[in-house]
């Protein structure tokens, strides 16, 4: 709801921001708008940052720990008018990078904690990357409910994904904001060849549904001819989990974990994977089910008509131009699109995405707290700064050409998110979880279908329930004594 306040005073306000006006080309500006500037727009929604001169955490400096900094390393055409920027200018504040390695992070993270040097902050993730909820009670993390409030109107539109790293009543994560994760992304040229209706037509009528994307895809698919509609690492989770908004382990509202392994959705949506790896709609390499064409490069195939759908994440079909004409079409024509993920045709109706969350995450024995609550609120406010966003769809349409059709999807998308947070509850979990979990997810078509959705959750069902249930237990454990004992 304030996005589209805030969306209505940018078309008020009309605040243009171009360089390069009557020139052949065009290139974002770096944006150096005065803070004082957003407020006032902002503040009409009633969005406001914290007086300068009494902010608990102005004039301080936080310690980041991670194994990037997305704070201090921009590129020429990149905006620097960021969160940061604005604890810098308005607040005093700095930042403190301690670099970590991603295969490391958990273990370096933990031995800080344990000889009280602990970092202030961390990036907050699902999946790969991932800070809940084991993360949270062994004590790496703590509850961010003393500092961040998800009923002011800066935070409010967070407030439903903030549940997704809440133990009981206790917040562990800032999110900042949500975008999408995996969409399915086609050439136009390739779909109009051969006849199929587009997807995002199919959308927009509300026609995009799963057994016309598994048709178009039993159609194309011929290993003879090299062709094979589907390829990439997301297959089978954006069909599985993501497009049915339930995933095989989900947590209640109790901060209790459970399983869906019987959901009939998911059997649905499993058998759905299992027929398309058995009539050869997933790439492979003579019995090697793990291939991917030329090294799993995102959209390989897609151009010269190969491969029907890739489906990923935004990044995967944001590159410089040259690139995206090399591997997924001529975009300045055209011909690169992407729709959201199909709906299940008897299901509830409703199209689902995951959703990946930006944020923070307070380390336990962070000295500067409110440093990072501070720096996390300049980071949402300008997120919804309606200067901003209009730079970045600049950036978008300008340097990565992306069309009109694009953005509008792009919004769609987001939209979809919004109104229907799901995230994946992986990456962070008991080793033996996941364990079963990577099992579940590759399995079918990594083996080549060689077992049935029934066969495979049988087969691991007794051990998936028992680690679920020693899960909960430590989360009862934790809540109980605010420690967990292993």
């Known amino acids: 709801m304030l996005k589209k306040v805030i969306a209505m005073l940018l078309c008020a306000v009309m605040v243009i921001a171009l360089v390069g006006c009557g020139k052949e080309k065009r290139q974002p500006i770096k944006l150096t708008l005065s803070t004082e500037d957003a407020e006032a727009i902002l503040a009409a929604a009633g969005i406001m940052l914290p007086d300068a001169e009494t902010a608990p955490g102005a004039n301080t400096t936080v310690k980041f720990f991670a194994w990037y900094d997305p704070f201090q390393n921009y590129s020429e055409d990149e905006i620097i008018n960021t969160g940061y920027f ?101 050439n136009r040229r390739v779909i109009d060849e051969w006849g199929f209706d587009d997807p995002a037509e199919l959308y927009a009528n509300d026609e995009w549904t799963w057994d016309v994307y598994v048709e178009m895809c039993m159609e194309f698919s011929d290993p003879d001819e090299d062709r094979f509609a589907l390829d990439g690492w997301y297959v089978v989770n954006s069909l599985v989990e993501e497009s049915t908004g339930i995933y095989l382990i989900d947590k209640d509202e109790n901060g209790k974990f459970f399983s869906n392994l019987d959901d009939p959705t998911i059997e649905v949506a499993e058998n759905l994977i299992y027929d398309l790896v058995r009539n050869d709609c997933c790439y492979y390499e003579g019995t090697n089910y793990w291939a991917n064409r030329n090294n799993a490069e995102y959209g390989a195939g897609i151009k010269d008509g190969l491969c029907l759908f890739w489906p990923c994440d935004r990044s995967g079909f944001t590159h410089p131009v040259e690139e995206i004409n090399n591997v997924w079409g001529d975009i300045e024509a055209g011909e690169l699109m992407f729709a959201p993920l199909p709906r299940y045709q008897d299901g509830d109706g409703i199209y689902y995405l995951n959703a990946s969350p930006t944020g923070y995450m307070i380390c336990s024995g962070a000295t500067n707290p409110e440093g990072v609550a501070l720096l996390s609120a300049c980071d949402r406010f300008k997120i919804l700064d309606p200067t901003v966003v209009s730079i970045d769809r600049k950036q978008l349409k300008e340097i990565y050409k992306w069309t009109d059709e694009m953005l509008e999807m792009h919004d ?27 099992t579940f997810d590759w399995n079918i078509r990594r083996s080549g279908a060689s077992s049935t959705w029934a066969q495979l959750k049988e087969q691991h069902r007794e051990a998936f329930d028992y680690y679920i249930d020693e899960l909960n237990a430590m989360i009862d454990e934790y809540e109980a004594t605010g420690q967990v004992t292993e």
């Open 86 to 186: 604005t604890f810098q200018e308005k607040y005093g504040g700095e930042m403190e990078f301690i670099e970590t390695t991603y295969s490391e992070r958990n273990n370096d993270l933990a031995n800080l904690v344990l000889s009280s040097s602990s970092p202030d902050f961390a990036p907050a993730g699902t999946s790969n990357g991932a800070t809940f909820p084991m993360s949270c009670i062994k004590g790496m993390y703590q509850p961010i409910d003393q500092w961040i409030d998800y009923t002011d109107p800066l935070w409010a539109d967070m407030a439903e994904a903030a549940e997704y790293f809440a133990l009981g009543d206790k917040h562990f994560a800032i999110v900042t904001d949500l975008t999408y994760k995996d969409v399915i992304p086609y």
């Open 412 to 438: 769609t998308c987001n939209r979809i998110v919004a109104e229907n947070p799901r995230m994946f509850y992986t990456g962070d979990l008991p080793t033996g979880i996941q364990d079963i979990y990577n």
